[in-house]
């Protein structure tokens, strides 16, 4: 297993595979440390997820140097993301007893209510594109739920993997409740049939949710996934359009335009859709590409050459098809995986750009007809995550989110993101159950009747 610089293309290092048997003997010692970690109170998990929290906070720069060597994120975001971490840690050490008391229920027993049991060892499939995030969101109410964590996270950020393991151990958690193991597609599809693993969760393309989710359905394992995403933003006739082009750039090219949740098809009105593609266009080209080590740089590289030249293709293919490149378009002339801002216009239905996922800094601007026609295109794709809405118009804005948007997350002038106080997740082809929230530690517990006659 390699970790390589996606900026230099140098090799950072190289991981041995565990063994078999390793990976076995984990997946034993951690149902031994859950049967002891789920007997603890509340205030006991709390402490150490409030040290982690600290952990993190306290070595925030380094854990941003560590993201910006393996996928190439920019340092600040690589700190705000750690940071977030230290957040969602503290939240659920405030808040999970209450999200986990017990409910009476008034029905003909003396006695009814529902408690919450753990489940046992999540297994965790964890992507590259936030690899301190995605674990933390799921991780935290995991842990404060009475579960153990493996967590078998993407190859190229074998050393996030490994540094997040470090955080939880120093912050006092039983070592064999969580674990970082280092194993291959093979080893990983062993792992989720295996009778130690209560439940998996994965965050990852839709591919790997159906091969996933196919492997754990036939053991009748519990799974959460949350997977990719095609993401509308509608531009309504009454928009304030600079805010609106401003922040559809700013979804579109955060970590480098490799975010389930970024924008990704701007739906934009006829009346409006020359005025809103030239700020789009002013903003885009007037971002700095380069090394993730430097302050003023803004788009660092993709994560992977393989991944930077998947994206190409798919610029190409729809540019075949009859799309418009107005900006970018072109891999550098340089070295590492980086792949500039690109515009996509005239894109119609069976190109890459309208039915694909594009996971990098490319933006697939659609012209409607009006606010009909915009809702139609919005939903007229295989994803459903995230989506939002743009127009001053606020309560007719709100009910075309909430009534009519097929997407688990529809945010009005603003772009999608995730927050530890609200659900997360998809329909569709985007997954399905939830992260986060009263909702998130929900899925990973023994949701229990128990009657007094």
């Known amino acids: ?22 990976i076995k003997s984990i997946v034993q010692h951690a149902a031994e440390a859950q049967n002891k970690w789920r007997r603890k109170s509340f205030d006991e998990r709390a402490s150490h997820l409030k040290e982690i929290a600290q952990i993190l906070e306290n070595n925030s720069d380094e854990y941003a140097e ?37 409910e009476i229920i008034e029905s003909d027993a003396d006695k009814s209510y529902i408690t919450y049991n753990s489940l046992g060892t999540v297994l965790a499939i964890m992507p590259w594109n936030f690899p301190f995030w995605q ?64 439940a ?94 430097n302050d003023d740089t803004d788009i660092g590289p993709m994560a992977r050459k393989d991944l930077r030249d998947k994206l190409h293709n798919q610029v190409q293919e729809s540019v075949k098809a009859g799309a418009k490149c107005i900006l970018g378009g072109e891999i550098p002339d340089r070295e590492g995986a980086f792949y500039p801002p690109t515009i996509l216009t005239n894109i119609t239905q069976g190109m890459p750009a309208y039915e694909e996922e594009l996971f990098g800094p490319v933006a697939s601007v659609i012209k409607v007809k009006n606010e009909q026609e915009a809702i139609m295109v919005a939903n007229d794709t295989d994803y459903g995550l995230g989506a939002a809405i743009f127009s001053e118009d606020v309560d007719r804005a709100e009910e075309i989110a909430a009534k009519e948007l097929q997407a688990g997350c529809c945010f009005i002038n603003e ?37 007094q006659a």
């Not at 297993?1 to 390793?22: Q, R």
């Not at 739920?145 to 955080?167: D, F, M, S």
């Not at 194993?183 to 693993?197: E, F, H, M, S, Y």
């Open 135 to 198: 674990l933390f969101r799921f991780g935290a109410p995991a842990l404060m739920a009475g579960n153990a964590v493996i967590l078998k996270h993407a190859p190229n950020v074998t050393g996030c993997a490994l540094a997040i393991e470090k955080i939880i151990h120093q912050a006092g958690v039983p070592e064999q409740l969580f674990r970082t193991i280092v194993a291959d597609v093979d080893q990983t599809q062993d792992l989720i049939v295996n009778p130690g693993i209560a």
């Open 415 to 451: 772009y999608v993101k995730s927050d530890p106080r609200l659900p997360f997740g998809g329909i569709k082809k985007s997954g399905f159950g939830r992260e986060l929230s009263q909702v998130g530690i929900k899925e990973f517990v023994n949701i229990k009747t128990v009657y």
């Open 66 to 102: 560590l993201m910006a060597r393996e996928m190439g994120k920019p340092l600040p975001q690589g700190k705000s993301e750690s940071e977030k971490c230290a957040w969602v840690c503290r939240y659920y050490a405030e808040y999970a007893e209450e999200f986990l008391e017990d």
């Open 200 to 293: 998996v969760t994965l965050t990852g393309s839709t591919r790997a949710g159906k091969a996933v989710a196919s492997k754990a359905g036939s053991k009748l394992k519990k799974t959460v996934l949350e997977l990719g995403g095609s993401d509308p933003y509608i531009i309504l006739d009454d928009a304030d359009i600079e805010k609106a082009a401003e922040t559809c750039v700013t979804s579109r090219l955060l970590n480098s335009g490799q975010s389930c949740i970024a924008a990704k098809r701007f739906v934009v009105v006829e009346d409006k859709y020359e005025q809103f593609l030239d700020i789009v266009h002013q903003k885009m080209a007037n971002k700095q590409i380069g090394d993730p080590f």
């Open 1 to 22: 297993m390699k970790s390589i610089n996606p900026a230099t293309e140098e090799l950072i290092a190289e991981y041995e595979k565990m063994s078999d048997s390793t």
